[in-house]
């Protein structure tokens, strides 16, 4: 690889985030950081939407405890994190008037775990709070969590400037091949906006095992997505390869 083509391999990496654990480690899926801060984010608007003046800021997503991860039941995406429960921590800025901050904490700590559970399918156990800064105004909130500091400057958009097209069915002899049939039946699975290509293409076949990479349509959780994505994908199949799912956007 030349080395702008490989410079740009690694933003569109880094562009990610961490490659998180979705559902158990029997699902063999995972999402990516990027994609769950998106959710996460919208979250905590609906609770500022309520008028409880907070606005969350940098915001990370980790192993709760990377001692008691488990062994994935298939094999992982590069650099993807082991099934484990997850933590989340994240920074907010509140208004100095209206409830007590330890009410207001609490109602967001339940809206970034509920979305997380019902919305994404990660197994969140624990979410750190903690208030960076107090304003007097609620107009003041969205001047203080612009998008660099809202994720720490990790995620670098500008490396995903061409969107990904959709992976057409092809039909005839070509479709015989075992990636073209992973990615028709894939694509074919309700909820899948379309197959992504941040790591490279949208199907990955390596040695009986196959990875996907998507998009999940807007109403649909992304782990009842990608269970289904797998087991479409094993069925398309002659022989019995493992599959992974890798999420990376959650439109």
Avoid: C
């Avoid at 905590?44 to 991860?69: F, K």
């Avoid at 624990?126 to 969590?145: F, K, N, P, Y």
């Avoid at 479409?232 to 599959?243: E, K, L, M």
């Amino acid at each position: 690889m030349a080395p702008d083509g490989l410079t740009r391999a690694v933003r569109r990496r880094l562009g990610l985030g961490r490659l998180l654990p979705l559902g158990e480690a029997s699902d063999g899926a995972w999402l990516a950081e990027k994609a769950a801060d998106s959710v996460l984010r919208q979250a905590a608007a609906e609770v500022a939407g309520l008028g409880v003046g907070v606005s969350l800021g940098r915001l990370r997503i980790g192993l709760a405890d990377p001692d008691t991860a488990a062994e994935p039941a298939v094999p992982p995406p590069p650099g993807a994190l082991p099934p484990g429960p997850l933590r989340i921590e994240a920074d907010f800025t509140a208004t100095a008037v209206g409830e007590p901050l330890p009410h207001r904490a609490e109602r967001l700590r339940i809206a970034l775990r509920e979305a997380a559970s019902a919305r994404l399918g990660l197994a969140v156990t624990a979410v750190d709070l903690r208030v960076t800064h107090l304003v007097e105004a609620a107009q003041e909130l969205v001047a203080t969590t612009g998008p660099d500091e809202g994720n720490g400057g990790e995620y670098d958009d500008s490396s995903d400037s061409s969107p990904p097209q959709p992976v057409e069915r092809q039909e005839g002899p070509e479709e015989s091949g075992p990636v073209d049939r992973a990615a028709a039946a894939a694509a074919a699975v309700p909820g899948v906006a379309r197959l992504t290509r941040t790591l490279g293409a949208p199907v990955q076949h390596t040695d009986g095992h196959l990875r996907v990479e998507l998009a999940t349509a807007a109403g649909h959780r992304a782990l009842a997505v990608a269970v289904a994505v797998r087991r479409a994908v094993a069925a398309s199949q002659d022989d019995r390869p493992t599959v992974a799912v890798l999420v990376t956007r959650v439109e």
